[in-house]
């Protein structure tokens, strides 16, 4: 397949959330457990396949792999991979234990996590120097633009997991200092790029059909970092005084219910968006991924808040959220297959007027 990008891990993260997602609800429901086995499952075949499919493709069409990162599009979605490997390392350490035993799931939930940190951080740097230095034509703020520098945000929570495992002192420290500074590395990045795509819609237009999916990863920085505020207060005391781990947990719920309010209100927007769209025409292509993933960063970060502050308000709208990513990976995966087996997915083409 000579259109094989780095796109396709989108689908590989868009089922890990589903595991993980399962295991943080609030709220105990029948079947959750063997839902989030089952989407572990088809996470860790989904990664294996996706991986060598990109593997054959450099080999069968290195001209064209060479080309990804200098188009001003396709070059984003180089933060899929990293993001897709931690997603499926904590998938492995939540739910995986239950099929290959605790030892083994934190063995590859480090080696991911491990992998996938490195390669987060050198696409935060690479593709916005690519950005500012290579990319030509045009290149209107749109949400794939989140993509390169959201990984360091995913270390941050999903390190947050393995935080109690890393040896007691020094080591453990540092695990919890790097991701409270990855944690900021994606923040600020986040919150340079989201007023501009907001200024695009306030001023231009939402740009072309096959592109509007793309709001929706907006809510992934913003879903993710409550969860990463939440889960790293929630393990600061395993690391530092307890006058520091009880501010930082305090923290995480000052910093995450009027982030939440603000998420809701950017899921509303993108789902007007979305619904008119739609009713013109929204054709089929991997963007539609970006229904998942991001939402399931919200359902996880309004766990964490649930979690923390005993809410039963928030606790439901954890499970409504969840109800919600499952129809939407649903969906996405069906037209994926469909869309695979007939050969009709391609690269996302750069938005034009």
Known sequence: MATFGPNWFASVMGTGIVATAAVSLPVRLPGLRPLAVGGWVLAVVLLVAVTAATARHWRRYPAVARRHHLDPVMAHFYGAPPMALMTVGAATLLAGRDVIGETAALAADWVLWTAGTIGGLITAVAVPYLQFTRHTGEREPFGGWLMPVVPPMVSAATGA?????????????????ACY???????????????QIWQRLATRDVGPARM??????????LGQSITALNLLGGVAHLALPHEYADTLRVLGVVYGVPVWGFTLLWMALATAITVRTARAHLPFSLTWWSFTFPVGTCVTGTSALATHTGSDMLAGAAALLYAGLLAAWTVVALRTTRGALRGTLSLPAAPQR
């Not at 007691?168 to 919890?176: M, N």
């Not at 500074?181 to 007023?195: E, H, Q, R, T, W």
């Open 212 to 221: 509007v999916p793309t709001l929706w990863i907006v809510l992934g920085p």
């Open 161 to 177: 997991l393995l935080i109690p495992y890393a040896p007691a002192g020094q080591p453990r420290l540092t695990l919890l200092v």
């Open 181 to 195: 500074a990855m944690f900021g590395v994606s923040l600020i990045a986040s919150f340079a790029v989201i007023p």
